[in-house]
């Protein structure tokens, strides 16, 4: 059932939807570094010399403190709010852009990747947690919907547009900028951090849990989501959809499509960016709809056999030798079909998780994808290792292939998860 004109404006007009909206460009963020990696890597590569495996490692320093900090950052989300530990994510993520004005080497690159990771740790759990608790649960897919669609500009900026700016003006320059912006995004979310409802609650007598629950917390989301078949189902499905998307649009997808269709870097950036403008499209498909509990599962079955169908498409691109144009429009199906799939498994995990654990129960489960996301960018260089060529730093076509082929694969096992899911509502179990 699609939502009138006259519900959307209202929605907009909601008195938390402007701190939400700051939120989501926060989350912007930390979609722009997780994927700047992708223009910012495979230059370095080439100008160092160094090996897929080991760029593959560089990139997913990022994400080891990123998916260390996500149960974490639950907590503090549940404890002082998402607005206050956001707005300190952006000095940390400001502090990082700062570090890529040094001299470059592969361990300030490294540092580089790790303390960004670090910095927009919060963004993602913040800014579910927000809507969870600022708006009503049945409007949870347009909120999260426009979420989505507003960060993923953040991808498509972080290519074409940031491979424009430092092939013109230089990657010190360009990331001195980033640290400003950062920065003050971080003065206006402290300036605004008493109006975050979630702070209100607590002060109104809500819940809120201390620092010394950090530990406790985290165990009890980690068994609460082991121990339930279908959240269990759920975490299989969202790391599968995190280390798929993350290989293309967070590391090779541009340097493939320059190799494999043979365009020059500023055309492979375009066209592979795509993938970021389709996962815009997917999550304002998926917030014009209502989706009840009884709807979710076949909702989630039938929008993860599509993304898996997209993958091979792609390929199958890739494999006829096909115009690159015809290669962008497959990433943009291939994106608006990872949104759809995103967009509708969070829901699914909102629908299960008992309101008082969100925030940790998110990041618990953000926490175990992208450690699968670290797996698959060091898998990813490791195979395109095995394909070498004469010159360090520049990689084969076959490599690539043979890389995006596993994803592909792994990404369509991830539906024999669909039986312990079941079709029954997708509801939190009463006490």
Known sequence: MSASKANYWSLFKDRNFPLYFVLTLSFFMTIFFRVSASVIMPLEAERLGISASLVGFISSAHFY?????????????????????????????AASCLLLTLVRTPFTLGV??????????????????????????????????????????????????????????????????????????????????????????????????SLSSLVPGIGRALIFVFRDRRMRALMTLWAASAASLVVFQGLWGAVWFEVAFKVSAASARFWSSLISVGMMVGPLLAGGIVITPERLPITIRKTIALNSVVWFVLLGVVYLACPVWVGGVAALALGAATGLRGIFVLAGVTALTPPEEKGVVFGAMNMIAVFSTILSQWLSGVIIDLFPTARPGVYTEEGYFAAFLLVACVLSLSMLVFRPLGLEPLKAREE
Do not use: C
């Open 112 to 209: 580089w990747r790790l303390v960004s990771g670090l910095g927009v740790s919060p963004m993602y759990s913040a800014t579910l947690v927000f809507i969870a608790f600022a708006f009503p649960h049945e409007r949870y897919t347009f909120y999260a919907g426009i979420n989505f669609a507003v960060s993923n500009l953040g991808a498509m900026v972080s290519v074409a547009p940031l491979g424009f700016a430092v092939d013109r003006f230089g990657i010190g320059p360009v990331f001195t900028a980033l640290a400003a912006i950062s920065s003050v995004m971080a003065l206006v979310l402290g300036m605004k951090a008493k109006e975050d409802p979630l702070r209100k609650k607590a002060a109104d007598g809500g819940k809120s849990k």
């Open 65 to 93: 403190s990123y998916a260390l900090m996500q149960p974490i950052s639950g907590v503090l989300h549940d404890r002082h709010g998402p607005v206050r530990v956001v707005a300190w994510g952006l000095v940390l993520t």
